[in-house]
């Protein structure tokens, strides 16, 4: 189990009896294997049993969407072989050092490729999140703003600072040109829109009528 370990690059732990927490790993696969199962069973829910081995067959041997691997290809440093495969017609046999040594280099080369697109993916996701609900914000000449006063201090110092005026707005346009994954057209263009604002602080006594965060 050590080499095991080591040669495919896992951390062996144990997890707590009847404490199904304590092993996050195992609950996230059964977040996904459990529906699969459930679009298979008849009515009587009584022979899911027969998907189990079908189900993560096709979990193993399919790609994931974060690594770009298998688990299979990840696990055993190859293509797996599947039902619809036809057999090969010539076969070149290694030596047991020169098979392992070549094991070592492709699976190496695949677990680094994966934790790369794993890392991408995450970024990917992150960034989706924390846009989700965000807004540009829009103002308009001679509206009136805050602005938030960053690297304080002390605690009791103004968290903004003096409202200032919008005096000038610009206007720029973006764009941007990257491959398109469908067939008619190999390219697409976004574009979008940047608004560049500068202000001038009011004077103390000036009112404030409208203030934006």
């Given at each position: 189990m050590e080499a095991m370990a080591k040669l495919v690059g896992y951390n062996h732990t144990y997890s707590t009896t009847y404490h199904p927490h304590s092993n996050g790993m195992i609950e996230r696969f059964n977040s996904t294997f459990i529906p699969q199962i459930a679009k298979l069973q008849d009515r009587e829910n009584n022979n899911w049993n027969e998907f189990l081995a079908p189900v993560v067959f096709a979990y193993n041997t399919?790609?994931?969407?974060?690594?770009?691997?298998?688990?299979?290809?990840?696990?055993?440093?190859?293509?797996?072989?599947?039902?619809?495969?036809?057999?090969?017609?010539?076969?070149?046999?290694?030596?047991?050092?020169?098979?392992?040594e070549q094991l070592k280099k492709n699976m190496k080369l695949m677990h680094r490729y994966a934790h790369e697109n794993m890392t991408n993916r995450q970024n990917q996701y992150k960034k989706k999140h924390y846009d989700?609900?965000?807004?540009?914000?829009?103002?308009?000449?001679?509206?009136?703003?805050?602005?938030?006063?960053?690297?304080?201090?002390?605690?009791?110092?103004?968290?903004?600072?003096?409202?200032?005026r919008i005096i000038t707005r610009e206007r720029f346009m973006w764009s941007e040109t990257k491959p398109n994954e469908s067939i008619e057209r190999t390219e697409q263009t976004l574009t979008t829109t940047i608004y560049?604002?500068?202000?001038?602080?009011?004077?103390?006594?000036?009112?404030?009528?409208?203030?934006?965060?």
């Open positions: 399919g790609t994931h969407s974060k690594t770009g691997y298998s688990p299979y290809q990840l696990v055993f440093g190859r293509e797996p072989r599947l039902p619809k495969d036809q057999p090969a017609s010539a076969f070149t046999f290694r030596k047991p050092n020169d098979y392992y989700k609900h965000r807004h540009d914000a829009r103002y308009s000449i001679n509206d009136r703003i805050l602005i938030r006063r960053h690297g304080l201090k002390n605690k009791l110092e103004p968290k903004y600072s003096a409202t200032p560049q604002y500068s202000y001038e602080n009011l004077p103390i006594n000036d009112p404030i009528n409208i203030v934006n965060n």
